[in-house]
């Protein structure tokens, strides 16, 4: 465990996200705005996300 992990903003694009999980090898990372915990996204939600562009 870190004392200053990796977090992305609630704005950060889906490729940049992707991008971030394949070269750091990360699954999930925190969302953070402005100091508080917004949530967390995954690589599940991210290749949901491009699922959901063949539909």
Do not use: C
């Not at 889906?14 to 949530?39: Q, S, T, W, Y």
């Amino acid at each position: 465990m870190t004392s200053k992990p990796k977090t992305v903003s609630s704005d950060t694009i889906i490729r940049d996200l992707a991008e971030i999980f394949v070269k750091e090898d990360f699954h999930a990372l925190p969302v953070v705005d402005k100091g508080e915990l917004k949530g967390i996204v995954t690589t599940t939600d991210v290749v949901k996300y491009f699922l959901e562009q063949y539909d």
